[in-house]
């Protein structure tokens, strides 16, 4: 039963896309777009994806703002009215973000989408434990089975990391496979946005996730000292890869701002909203 409740979720995230795949031949690039995310540059042979990784992390810096002042605003917020609160919080953040300003509504489509389904996810499940959340992302969701295989032993091998130089040295391995085994730009783009957030979430985690725990603590009137910071980067690699395909798709869609650049845009907002969503839902569940 409880892996239908997640198939269901992770279903919801990524039908929209599905039945857009036959119409990537058709892409029309947005004049002057295209350049944000094509032209890009190479670190020992890797195109570096590195903005959108910074991208995630000044979202979850404007996130954790304006938490903070929800919070200081509203002692007695609820957890749904929390969520609705990130939703707007990152709206704003996209509205204004070099990435994402481009197509805002797609942004927000699938951000949404990872915030609220990782909202229902914790809500009916007390373990608070994000893995069957993530394995569900990958093996459900719209990749090809070597995207799979990629991502599956980046979030394994991340599981065992007690550094953030053992981190990066993981996603530099996963991006170099990716190099090899995949020939198609977009799908390795896929898995190198995946690796970029992954690296830069966990670089933004283990600085940050007491400040985040002691924000809830505080408002709960609890004692902090519990949040984990490699947890947080999983979610945030799965959401970025994830919402790389349904942006990619989307933006090939006639009219759309081309696939890369759309990839660029799903990688940004689903990393961002997955990551709000996981550290809000389990920060709350645990506090409150």
Same mark, same amino acid.
């Given at each position: 039963?409880?892996?239908?409740?997640?198939?269901?979720i992770?279903?919801?995230?990524?039908?929209s896309?599905?039945?857009?795949l036959?119409?990537?031949?058709?892409?029309?690039?947005?004049?002057?777009?295209?350049?944000?995310?094509? #032209?890009?540059?190479y670190t020992?042979?890797?195109?570096?994806y590195?903005?959108i990784g910074?991208?995630?992390? !000044?979202?979850?810096?404007?996130?954790?703002?304006?938490?903070?002042?929800?919070?200081?605003?509203?002692?007695?917020i609820?957890?749904?009215?929390?969520?609705?609160?990130?939703a707007?919080?990152?709206?704003?953040?996209?509205?204004?973000?070099?990435?994402?300003?481009?197509?805002?509504d797609?942004?927000?489509s699938?951000?949404?989408?990872?915030?609220?389904?990782?909202? #229902?996810?914790?809500?009916?499940?007390?373990?608070?434990?994000? @893995? @069957?959340?993530?394995?569900s +992302?990958?093996? /459900?969701?719209?990749?090809?089975?070597?995207q799979?295989?990629?991502?599956?032993?980046?979030?394994?091998?991340? #599981?065992?990391?007690?550094?953030?130089?053992?981190? /990066?040295?993981i996603?530099?391995?996963?991006?170099?496979?990716? !190099?090899?085994?995949?020939?198609?730009t977009?799908?390795?783009?896929?898995?190198l946005?995946?690796?970029?957030? !992954?690296?830069?979430? +966990?670089?933004?985690?283990?600085?940050? +996730?007491?400040?985040? #725990?002691? !924000?809830?603590?505080?408002?709960a009137?609890?004692?902090?000292?519990?949040? @984990?910071?490699?947890?947080?980067?999983?979610?945030?690699a799965?959401?970025?890869?994830g919402?790389?395909?349904?942006?990619?798709?989307?933006?090939a869609?006639?009219? =759309?701002?081309?696939?890369?650049? =759309?990839?660029?845009? =799903?990688?940004?907002?689903?990393?961002?909203?997955?990551?709000?969503?996981?550290?809000?839902?389990?920060?709350w @569940?645990?506090?409150?």
């Amino acid at each position: 039963m409880k892996e239908l409740k997640i198939k269901l979720i992770v279903l919801f995230i990524t039908i929209s896309g599905v039945f857009l795949l036959f119409s990537c031949e058709k892409e029309q690039l947005t004049p002057g777009i295209e350049t944000q995310i094509n #032209d890009v540059s190479y670190t020992k042979g890797i195109p570096d994806y590195s903005h959108i990784g910074h991208g995630h992390n !000044m979202a979850l810096r404007h996130s954790y703002t304006e938490i903070k002042e929800v919070f200081n605003n509203n002692s007695n917020i609820s957890r749904s009215e929390l969520f609705e609160e990130v939703a707007d919080i990152l709206h704003d953040f996209y509205s204004t973000s070099d990435v994402t300003k481009v197509d805002v509504d797609m942004a927000d489509s699938i951000s949404n989408n990872y915030l609220y389904s990782l909202k #229902d996810y914790y809500a009916n499940d007390s373990v608070n434990n994000n @893995d @069957d959340f993530i394995d569900s +992302c990958i093996n /459900y969701g719209n990749f090809t089975l070597t995207q799979k295989q990629l991502l599956t032993e980046l979030v394994n091998k991340v #599981d065992t990391a007690t550094s953030l130089n053992s981190v /990066y040295a993981i996603t530099s391995t996963i991006s170099n496979k990716a !190099m090899s085994q995949i020939a198609d730009t977009i799908e390795r783009t896929v898995i190198l946005m995946g690796t970029s957030v !992954m690296d830069s979430s +966990c670089t933004y985690w283990y600085h940050n +996730c007491s400040d985040w #725990d002691e !924000m809830f603590s505080n408002a709960a009137k609890g004692a902090g000292g519990w949040f @984990d910071w490699n947890s947080i980067g999983k979610t945030d690699a799965i959401g970025a890869s994830g919402g790389a395909v349904a942006g990619a798709i989307t933006g090939a869609f006639v009219g =759309g701002v081309g696939a890369l650049p =759309g990839a660029g845009i =799903g990688a940004l907002s689903g990393g961002a909203g997955g990551s709000t969503g996981d550290a809000v839902g389990q920060l709350w @569940d645990h506090w409150f």
